[in-house]
């Protein structure tokens, strides 16, 4: 049980597109969802906090109208990258956890590469 | 604040040697602290946690983590090095155990036959 789901694993974009990735709970709903972005060889760094139905808390530094979060329901969050640039280039990690269960469930990640 | 520090950002050990790897924390409040694995390109799986329970912590894999507050530690330990369990390490800490995680630098764990 407490599966994670992301999408897509890696994506290739052009420099000033719009790249979208969702984060799903398969066998449970998702009261919290959160967004990390980790370097190569670095630790993972939380970009935001979302709540089902609610706007997203952004950690300090992290740009909300560069890195749109959805949380629309209990099982779906989005996290939508506006006009990518290389440094956006990074490995995009959500994870979920709901109410009563003192654990987050991490997806398997999304490699975001801009050309 | 809350804080992790993880000394060590690369441990080598043979197979069949104890792995230990090395977690202290800073937390102004009874902390939830965890241990996750990661592989490469892959996200992060949950090995054992640690909730004011017991402080001998049992998780998967074979791997244990004992709370030790007079020293403010979280040392993951496994008697036995597999191959398999060579992967990126990572200790965390959490306020509410389900809400935000502070993660340490990471450990890179190798193998050696």
């Known amino acids: 049980g407490a599966v994670v789901s992301q999408h897509p694993s890696r994506v290739i974009c052009k420099s000033g597109t719009s790249v979208k990735i969702e984060c799903r709970s398969l066998?449970?709903?998702?009261?919290?969802m959160f967004w990390y972005r980790q370097f190569p060889k670095q630790s993972l760094m939380l970009m935001a906090t979302?709540?089902?139905?609610?706007?997203?808390?952004?950690e300090q530094g992290v740009e909300k109208d560069k890195f749109l979060i959805n949380h629309a329901s209990l099982t779906l969050s989005t996290l939508t990258v506006t006009s990518a640039h290389p440094e956006d280039s990074s490995f995009y990690i959500c994870?979920?956890?709901?109410?009563?269960?003192?654990?987050?469930?991490f997806g398997a990640g999304t490699r975001l590469s801009v050309l | 604040a809350q804080s992790v520090t993880q000394l060590g950002s690369h441990v080598s050990v043979s197979e069949g040697a104890l792995v230990l790897l090395r977690c202290n924390y800073s937390?102004?409040?009874?902390?939830?602290l965890f241990w996750y694995v990661q592989y490469p390109n892959q996200g992060l799986q949950l090995l054992l946690k640690?909730?004011?329970?017991?402080?001998l912590v049992k998780g998967i894999n074979g791997f244990e983590a004992e709370f030790k507050k007079s020293e403010t530690s979280f040392h993951l330990t496994k008697p036995s090095a597999h191959m398999s369990d060579a992967a990126e390490y990572f200790c965390?800490?959490?306020?509410?155990?389900?809400?935000?995680?502070?993660f340490g630098q990471g450990t890179e764990l190798s193998v050696k036959p």
């Open positions: 640690y909730t004011s329970a017991a402080t």
């Open positions: 965390a800490v959490s306020e509410t155990g389900g809400g935000k995680l502070i």
């Open positions: 994870s979920a956890s709901f109410a009563g269960k003192n654990i987050q469930y």
């Open positions: 979302s709540n089902e139905g609610s706007k997203a808390t952004y």
């Open positions: 937390s102004s409040v009874p902390p939830y």
């Open positions: 066998d449970f709903q998702a009261t919290t």
